[in-house]
């Protein structure tokens, strides 16, 4: 039952992140579906799989990016509509919260370790997106040149 009210709470938390960037409303509850469906992921990932948060991150994020492309396709609009509110869910703010805190009251090597989890969370949200990227881009280009021999066999 709570993975199903933290699945709805990721649904909401995209659709009103979309609305906040005043994204298109034809998109808006379409991204909210790609937050949710992601954030399902992370969440079986971590609590039945025991994957670490980092992993589990990546994993969801690279997700959360091959859908996008693949709407943004179909809805013919930019990718980054679909990225941006997506992505709210992944921001590492709490670890930067705790990292400041940290420094601030004097924990140098607690503040550090802060640091260290929220640069790893970053890293694993860009990769998930660039490899994402990349296999959208080769896809692609399969796709376009598979098409272009059919019509140079055609033309013969």
Known sequence: ????VQVIAA???TVAAGVTLESPRRIVYRTGIIGAVSYAVYLILANYFGVGQVMGYFISCLIAS???????????TAVILF?????????????????AYNFISGQPDAGAQSLVQT?????????G????????????????RSIQSLTKINKR
């Open 119 to 127: 640069l790893m969370i970053a890293g694993a949200i860009a990769l």
């Open 11 to 13: 649904y909401i938390v």
């Open 83 to 99: 990225y941006v509110p997506t992505f709210y869910l992944y921001v590492p703010g709490s670890t930067i919260y705790q990292m």
């Open 129 to 144: 997106i660039f490899i994402a990227d990349s296999i959208m881009t080769i896809y692609l280009d399969v796709k376009n």
């Open 1 to 4: 039952m709570d993975l199903i």
């Open 66 to 76: 091959i859908i996008s492309q693949f709407f943004a396709r179909r809805y013919k």
